[in-house]
């Protein structure tokens, strides 16, 4: 548990600083451009990302509609609108984890959603109790996936990987004893290789918020209206 505890607190802290992109501050009635990220196939989605999505999108359309904020939406590929939403003065992201990395490039709403980590193992293999009986087994994670990196900080051995699909395979075959990453990410992965009866999820690792992310040339009066209609504080 104290392992578990420290790695939901280095989930806060684990980054590379970057810069930030200045955008020129944006007509106070000018449309706001709403960006996220297209769903694969619904083949490969779970349910729950499913609801979780839909939950999410409905809640932000609503708070626009009631809040009279003009806006587009706009569903893309997930790094096409970080970086648009980083770029143009008047875009907002969502649903964006808050990572060390990214705090500077936007200015945070929420959360409006929550995701999890989870070490996911063979299916053969069984529940993990705590994050110790990671000690001394081989877990793949993706190349500078946050999940890894967290683990490493830790002292935990990590083999890193270029694809999900890799680490699924290993897990599957035997090759790795487990994978950890984002759990809506790992069962895409796991269905797409048609591997629902071998890898399971067979623990969770950490509680994720997720935001709306704004550029900080998002007018501030248009920040407060989007606060209030989730009843958050307007800071």
Known sequence: MRHLAAFTLLSCLAGVPNRT????????NAPLTLYTGELPAPEFV????????????????????????????????WSRALNRTRREANACLFSAARLP???????????IEYSYDDVFGHAGSPPLRSLDELRDAT?????????????????????????????VLNVARGMSQYWVTDRNFGEIAIRKLKLENEVVSVM????????????????????????????????
């Open 21 to 28: 992109l200045a955008a020129p501050p944006a007509p106070d």
């Open 46 to 77: 779970p349910p729950r990302l499913k609801e979780e999505f839909a939950r999410s999108t409905n809640l932000l359309q609503r708070t626009f509609n009631e809040q009279g904020i003009p806006f587009t939406m706009v569903r893309t590929d």
């Open 101 to 111: 990395e990214r705090e500077p490039w936007f200015v945070w709403i929420g959360p």
């Open 139 to 167: 877990v793949c994670a993706l190349m500078d996936d946050a999940p890894g990196r967290q683990l490493t900080a830790l002292g935990y051995r990590v083999a890193w990987s270029s694809s999900l699909d890799t680490c």
């Open 204 to 235: 969770q690792l950490a509680k994720k918020p997720l935001y709306l992310a704004c550029n900080p040339a998002v007018p501030k009066e248009t920040l407060a209206r989007i606060r209030k209609g989730l009843n958050l504080p307007n800071h």
